[in-house]
Nanobody, 125 residues
Framework: QVQLVESGGGLVQAGGSLRLSCAAS????????MGWFRQAPGKEREFVAG????????YYADSVKGRFTISRDNAKNTVYLQMNSLKPEDSAAYYC??????????????????WGQGTQVTVSS
């Protein structure tokens, strides 16, 4: 019933920018906190950014602070990840996730219970 669909990934050069989108359906979007995770080949899925149900609080992994910005538009049932100053280390499949708690949007992937299919981001040097 719950469906999350990511888009906006692609191939960019180091220093470039991408904007990822996650469109949600099958839920009352405004009641949920959301997160972005990423997973590179051979590595575990890791937290990138999170946002509470109202958008009042945001959280970022240290590796992306100052470069990435998470936001949401509850009227459009969409969460965004603006990625600037991209580095080759940012290359990964990026996943949108639905938190099990409207106030939790932190690093623990086990606290999220719904996931999108992922969108690939590749940053070349």
């Amino acid at each position: 019933q719950v469906q999350l669909v990511e888009s906006g990934g692609g191939l960019v050069q180091a220093g470039g920018s991408l904007r990822l989108s996650c469109a949600a359906s099958g839920l009352t979007f405004r009641n949920y906190a959301m997160g972005w995770f990423r997973q590179a080949p051979g590595k575990e899925r890791e937290f990138v950014a999170g946002i509470t149900w109202s958008g009042g609080s945001t959280y970022y992994a240290d590796s992306v602070k100052g470069r990435f910005t998470i936001s949401r538009d509850n009227a459009k049932n969409t969460v965004y990840l603006q990625m600037n100053s991209l580095k080759p280390e940012d290359s990964a499949a990026y996943y949108c996730a639905l938190s099990s708690n409207p106030y939790y949007s932190g690093y623990d992937k086990d606290r999220y219970n719904s996931w999108g299919q992922g969108t690939q981001v590749t940053v070349s040097s």
